[in-house]
């Protein structure tokens, strides 16, 4: 099955730098690349995706790129601020073909901290 | 529109015990997934349901069961209870008819087991 491999587990940056974090996915047949952001004490919210016929999509200060050659996509946020302060996760669903649906695995999280 | 509903929203149970979680999907949801969220872990996928019929199941033992309704409202079952057991249980939703669709979360069940 699907394993998706998500670094670091914690980001600590300053207000206004740049943060980057990595996923890397084992199965070549996944076709849908999510991020999500929970901050503390609520629930998982659909930041932006990407498909895998994309190889990068923005969304104001935040990007994510794919590489399906190497199977790691990335989870880019510019000028970040405190408010950006969260735990994030990237996903990655399995093209299961036909009329089958494939499962999401979600990495293990990214504790980013956003200092003011 | 109501967004999805999990309940209870807090548990305590003892090991041995078996313990049953509800969630209400986002009205004209089909699709219902449960996910186990400990910290260091992530979010580790149990099972999917759409239209009754569990489409997807993750690698939990059979312990772990659920169910849907005709209303696409879900249940999860957990019995004999395990210390290891104790974590957030977040069900997720969604129209369940593309591969793309966005996941709309609950608020997720914190499960003590003592």
């Known amino acids: 099955g699907e394993n998706v491999e998500q670094h670091p587990s914690t980001l600590s940056v300053q207000e206004g730098d740049s943060a980057v974090i990595k996923c890397t996915y084992s199965d070549s047949a996944s076709n849908y690349f999510p991020w999500y952001k929970q901050e503390l004490g609520k629930r998982p919210q659909l930041i932006i995706d990407i498909r895998s016929n994309v190889g990068e999509k923005k969304d104001q200060r935040i990007a994510v790129t794919l590489n399906k050659t190497a199977k790691h996509f990335s989870l880019h946020i510019t000028e970040t601020q405190p408010e950006d302060s969260a735990v994030y996760f990237c996903a990655a669903r399995t093209h299961a073909g036909g009329t089958s649906y494939g499962k999401l695995t979600f990495g293990q999280g990214t504790i980013l901290t956003v200092h003011p | 529109k109501a967004g999805v509903t999990q309940t209870p929203r807090y548990l305590i149970k003892t090991r041995g015990q078996q313990v049953t979680l509800s969630c209400s999907p986002i009205?004209?949801?089909?699709?219902v997934s449960w996910y186990q969220q400990t910290p260091g872990q992530g979010l580790q996928f149990l099972f999917e349901y759409f239209s009754e019929t569990q489409r997807n199941k993750g690698n939990f033992p059979g312990r772990f069961s659920g169910r849907q309704f005709s209303n696409s409202r879900s249940e999860m079952n957990v019995s004999t209870l395990e210390l290891g057991d104790s974590a957030l249980y977040l069900c997720?939703?969604?129209?369940?008819?593309?591969?793309?669709?966005?996941?709309?979360f609950g608020s997720g069940t914190q499960l003590s087991v003592l």
């Open positions: 009205s004209g949801h089909r699709s």
């Open positions: 997720a939703s969604s129209l369940g008819n593309t591969q793309t669709e966005k996941l709309f």
